[in-house]
Structures are given as structure tokens and as C-alpha cells.
């Protein structure tokens, strides 16, 4: 366990998602802006519903056969990108 996984970051409600396949593009009622998520950023997004980073990893390890270890940085670096874009709430990737 690190600092991340007790973060608990969630889809801001004022972002729709649309699902295409395995992507999603994401409207931002607040800005206008559209956002496409590849399928990797698209898994991660969907976990993002107030669970824990560590159980987002744990069941992105699970679903996809990976090591924890191996896609941990990849979830923390998509979670953090989707923070800076203000498509989350809740504890920031960073910890801080």
C-alpha cells in the first residue's frame, strides 16, 4: 500500500460520458469542453466512482491479468492527467 490508495477521486457530476466501444468522450457541461479517453483512460474512468486508487488498480489488475505493479503507474498518471483536465472530485492523484 503507498499514499494513493487511500484517494478516493470521482467523476465530476457535471461530466457526461459517452461510450464507444471500449473509449469514451466526455462532455464538460461547465466548459464546453469534449475529452477523448483511449481505452486504457476509458477503464480507468469508469472505476472512478469514490472507490479507493488501490482498488482501482486492484480491479484493473484483475480484469486485465497485469501485476499491480506494473499498470499502478500507469492508473496514477491517467488519474492524474483526468484531475488537471477538472473532470474529477475528491482527493486529488497527488495526495496533496
Known amino acids: ?3 494513493h490508495d ?3 477521486p470521482t467523476r465530476h457530476p457535471s461530466i457526461e460520458t459517452a461510450l464507444f466501444g471500449s473509449e469514451a468522450v ?3 457541461e461547465r466548459s464546453g469542453t ?3 479517453l483511449n481505452p486504457s483512460a476509458c477503464a ?3 472505476l472512478l466512482d469514490g472507490r479507493s ?3 482501482v488498480v486492484a480491479g484493473l489488475a484483475e480484469r486485465t491479468g497485469l501485476p499491480r505493479t506494473e499498470i499502478g503507474p500507469d ?3 491517467a488519474i492524474a492527467d483526468l484531475d488537471e483536465a477538472g473532470l474529477l472530485e475528491g ?3 497527488s495526495g496533496s
Open 75 to 77: 492508473v496514477l498518471r
Open 44 to 46: 480507468v474512468w469508469l
Open 34 to 36: 469534449v475529452h477523448h
Open 6 to 8: 487511500h484517494a478516493r
Open 26 to 28: 466526455l462532455y464538460d
Open 1 to 3: 500500500m503507498n499514499e
Open 53 to 55: 486508487i488501490g482498488d
Open 91 to 93: 482527493e486529488p492523484a
